[in-house]
């Protein structure tokens, strides 16, 4: 008993000390890389590194943005750690900032280094934006506009219930399979981090820009809605659960769409029903659907509200 | 000790060997979208066969020469699956944990832990299986829970599409996992003079569960194409775990896992290997083996 109970501590001991804790540092010596922007300009990709220089007060705690050029990305981050004057931790990055000048060829070698780098988690957000050194300028309240940009998409699911499902390897999924993706729009806003829509993209060229409601429709159909709320005359109505069933025939999407409502007094069933019947045969980003093999349009064939 | 209290020990040595053989790269045919359930079970039956037939052709086997013989290619398959273990251990050690620490010191302080485990007495070897299956299977639940966030049921259908059997993916299964553990299932016969067919069918269901869980934790974050096109699929999925905005890279409680599993596997078939070439210098040839695993 006494020898078991030695090999289960002796056990219990090498769990937390082979967890790779090599090279243990202090948090304040180093930069925690909360985003990283890619963009291209004179044929050359520019790199921008948000970092958190994280102080034992909480309220000296800063962000500073870095940036530089190289002719790949590897080199560009290359030159940055070398501009920094602390170690950067990229292990808890949480978003990547992909420049619109970005397309074609350019954005695969940005994907492609998204995906190789073992220091970068595969879970870490996408978003496009038209300006990423002004983006990063914007006043933040977590001391980092990278993670500010993360909460801005966790709260509109919490409101709306659209999921943006930007998570590199959600992307890097749909790339696999249909070769199509959609990422979300981030922009500064009387500077602070917004969303504003979702760019759709087929083999990393961009082929339409979809916002408000054809942006909602979109993440119904395409990424699921765990709930929320839809939007009848109005008034917000909040929604359980929103699946989607989609066959695709000559052409043409044929959408087959389950709404859990949450009901009260007065049912709005009929209401939403015919909301979202309006909104799918509204849709006028039928060109994101190409890259899906839809060529001609989408159509409501069944919405069921319960 | 008797048969059935020794049962967990035998299921526990079993299950590290077929985990330690998918935890880590995930045993697909050229990373490429391929059958799973159908060559699964075809693998684990050809395996079973394989052991009867083994078992037939030893019992008719009465001369000291070709048994002396047989022993000796045994030790060889057994230092070869060590050695691919090892080989495999090590190379995701530098390439994805400790990116920055020397090869060879990697490889020396793991070549010296399996010395270590290689020469332990067959009931220090089960317990320390058992409490690594107990351990890792724990891991491999609570990391299962925390990922259930990040599923997506749809990536299920690419396994459900999966109607035909490939020969090619069977092989992989079979090389990979199943005959790499019949080095395990032959430890336990040799050392246990009493009938354990049940424990060994037992220990490949459970190895069989734990792969299965660790796979599906994958499918369904990832979906069936990126899964298979990833070096590391389930390191990869609890990179992706997190626990409110505070906890994030969980991955780091999972490598005792993965390394208990491996060290096991190499220790075991390490001390098999010498137990079969000679009783009586076991312990300078587990350390012979042990230093060479350092070349590869």
Redesign the interface.
């Known amino acids: 008993m006494k020898r078991?109970v030695l090999?289960?501590l002796s056990?219990c001991v090498?769990?937390f000390v082979?967890?790779?804790?090599?090279?243990y540092r202090e948090i304040d010596s180093e930069y925690l890389v909360s985003a990283i922007g890619f963009d291209k300009s004179d044929k050359k990709f520019k790199v921008y590194c948000e970092v958190l220089a994280i102080a034992t007060d909480e309220r000296d705690s800063e962000s500073k943005v870095f940036s530089a050029s190289g002719s790949t990305p590897y080199e560009a981050v290359g030159r940055i750690n070398a501009l920094m004057p602390k170690t950067a931790v990229f292990?808890?990055c949480g978003t990547a900032l992909i420049s619109e000048n970005l397309e074609g060829k350019d954005l695969k070698t940005v994907f492609d280094y998204l995906y190789d780098t073992?220091?970068l988690?595969?879970?870490i957000h996408l978003f496009v934006c038209e300006d990423i050194k002004d983006l990063l300028s914007c006043d933040s309240q977590a001391h980092s506009v990278g993670?500010d940009i993360m909460s801005v998409g966790t709260n509109i699911q919490k409101t709306t219930g659209i999921s943006f499902k930007n998570?590199f390897?959600?992307i890097?999924?749909r790339i696999?399979?249909t070769g199509g993706f959609c990422v979300p729009q981030a922009q500064s806003v009387s500077d602070r981090p917004a969303i504003k829509g979702q760019m759709v993209f087929a083999n990393y060229e961009p082929v339409i820009t979809l916002d408000g409601n054809d942006a909602e429709i979109y993440n119904i159909l395409f990424s699921?809605s765990s709930g929320g709320a839809i939007s009848v005359s109005g008034e917000r109505c909040r929604v359980n659960r929103i699946t989607s069933d989609l066959e695709v025939k000559n052409g043409t999407l044929l959408v087959k769409i389950r709404c859990v409502y949450r009901h009260s007094e007065d049912s709005k069933s009929e209401e939403i029903r015919g909301e979202i019947e309006s909104l799918i045969n509204n849709f006028s980003g039928t060109k994101a659907l190409i890259p899906l093999g839809i060529k001609n349009d989408i159509k409501a064939l069944n919405v069921e509200v319960n | 000790m008797e048969n059935s209290k020794q049962t967990p020990f035998y299921i526990a040595l079993i299950s590290c060997f077929l985990a330690a053989s998918s935890l880590l790269k995930a045993p697909f045919y050229k990373k490429s979208v391929t059958p799973v359930i159908v060559s699964f079970v075809a693998a684990i039956l050809i395996s079973i066969g394989f052991c009867y037939a083994c078992d037939f052709v030893l019992r008719r086997i009465t001369s000291n020469n070709i048994q002396r013989i047989i022993a000796i290619i045994l030790a060889a398959a057994a230092v070869a699956v060590a050695t691919f273990a090892f080989m495999e251990y090590t190379e995701f050690i530098y390439?994805?944990?400790?990116?920055?620490?020397s090869k060879l010191l990697i490889k020396a302080v793991f070549a010296f832990c399996v010395f270590c485990v290689s020469i332990s007495k067959k009931e220090g070897l089960y317990?320390?299986a058992f409490?690594?299956v107990l351990?890792a299977s724990a891991v491999f639940i609570i990391m299962f829970l925390l990922s259930v966030k990040?599923f997506?049921i749809?990536?299920l259908s690419g396994i459900i599409q999966l109607k035909y059997f490939s020969l090619k993916q069977t092989g992989v299964y079979l090389l990979k996992m199943f005959l790499p553990a019949l080095a395990a299932v032959l430890f336990i016969v040799k050392n246990e003079r009493q009938p354990v067919a049940l424990p060994i069918l037992s220990g490949v269901v459970f190895g069989g569960v734990i792969f299965a869980v660790t796979l599906l934790d994958s499918i369904l974050?990832?979906?069936l194409?990126?899964a298979a096109?990833l070096t590391y699929p389930y390191l990869?999925d609890i990179?992706?775990v997190?626990v409110g905005?505070l906890f994030?890279?969980m991955d780091?409680?999972a490598?005792?896992a993965f390394?208990?599993c491996y060290i096991v596997k190499c220790g075991v078939c390490i001390n098999l290997a010498a137990t079969l070439v000679s009783e009586k210098y076991k312990k300078i040839l587990c350390l012979l083996l042990s230093a060479a695993l350092v070349i590869f």
């Open positions: 078991t090999l289960l056990v090498c769990v082979l967890s790779g804790c090599q090279g292990d808890h073992k220091n988690n595969l879970g993670y998570k390897y959600e890097e999924s696999i399979s699921g | 390439s994805a944990v400790l990116l920055r620490a317990k320390f409490l690594s351990l990040n997506d749809r990536n974050t990832f979906g194409p990126l096109k990869s990179s992706t997190t905005n994030t890279r780091g409680f490598y005792f390394f208990a």
